[in-house]
């Protein structure tokens, strides 16, 4: 026997569908902006190696030419420093959409369309005084796991000149990293972006 309804409960009806629709409204709208500026993240698995060697050079290990870490947290090869935390909001909404413009206009350079880290990164709302970036600039590898290593390599190479991207890398004030990877026509970009609280 079919179930019938009066006219109280089908407009009880309508009411809760238009309420159930009001609220799914007002949780997109009150779930924080929606940035246009966060950028596809396709290369995510490479950005995770990259900060595990990023975090064994940190912490006094050394990275082989083979990408293998001797002495992760030992203080062995260099002195001990905190492994940094990845920052997935950077990542998303400062490094990763800067190495993709790096990436599409073949270019390598800090200060892109008049721009320094610290304008990128107060623009995406992150308020810092203390702040780094490296950026690696392959082009032609076959493997973006290979890039990586390579620019890692070149900057853990600058120990001995205590060099810009080692003392980033060695920087304790640094607790937070943005890593964004980023490839397009064969030109493979890296850019990772220190920052503390």
């Given at each position: 026997?079919?179930?019938?309804?009066?006219?109280?409960?089908?407009?009880?009806?309508?009411?809760?569908?238009?309420?159930?629709?009001?609220?799914?409204?007002?949780?997109?709208?009150?779930?924080?902006?929606?940035?246009?500026?966060?950028?596809?993240?396709?290369?995510?698995s490479?950005?995770?190696?990259?900060?595990n060697?990023?975090?064994?050079?940190?912490?006094?290990?050394?990275?082989?030419?083979?990408?293998?870490?001797?002495?992760?947290?030992?203080?062995?090869?260099?002195?001990?420093?905190?492994?940094?935390?990845?920052?997935?909001?950077?990542?998303?909404?400062?490094?990763?959409?800067?190495?993709?413009?790096?990436?599409?206009?073949?270019?390598?350079?800090?200060?892109?369309?008049?721009?320094?880290?610290?304008?990128?990164?107060?623009?995406?709302?992150?308020?810092?005084?203390?702040?780094?970036?490296?950026?690696?600039?392959?082009?032609?590898?076959?493997?973006?796991y290979?890039a990586?290593?390579?620019?890692h390599?070149?900057?853990?190479?600058?120990?001995?000149?205590?060099?810009?991207?080692?003392?980033?890398?060695?920087?304790?004030?640094?607790?937070?990293?943005?890593?964004?990877?980023?490839?397009?026509?064969?030109?493979?970009?890296?850019?990772?972006?220190?920052?503390?609280w």
């Amino acid at each position: 026997m079919p179930v019938t309804t009066n006219g109280a409960q089908r407009a009880s009806h309508r009411r809760s569908i238009l309420i159930g629709i009001c609220l799914a409204v007002a949780v997109l709208v009150t779930a924080g902006p929606v940035s246009t500026a966060a950028v596809w993240a396709p290369w995510t698995s490479v950005e995770t190696y990259y900060l595990n060697l990023l975090n064994c050079t940190r912490t006094g290990g050394w990275v082989d030419k083979y990408g293998h870490c001797a002495g992760y947290g030992s203080g062995r090869y260099s002195s001990y420093v905190a492994p940094l935390k990845l920052s997935s909001g950077l990542s998303d909404l400062v490094t990763r959409p800067y190495s993709k413009l790096l990436a599409a206009r073949a270019e390598c350079t800090h200060y892109l369309n008049g721009t320094n880290p610290g304008t990128r990164l107060n623009g995406a709302g992150y308020r810092v005084s203390t702040w780094g970036e490296n950026i690696g600039c392959r082009d032609g590898y076959t493997s973006a796991y290979q890039a990586v290593l390579t620019s890692h390599l070149v900057f853990q190479g600058e120990k001995s000149t205590n060099g810009g991207h080692w003392k980033n890398l060695k920087n304790a004030r640094f607790r937070y990293v943005g890593i964004g990877v980023w490839v397009y026509s064969g030109r493979e970009r890296l850019t990772t972006d220190f920052f503390a609280w």
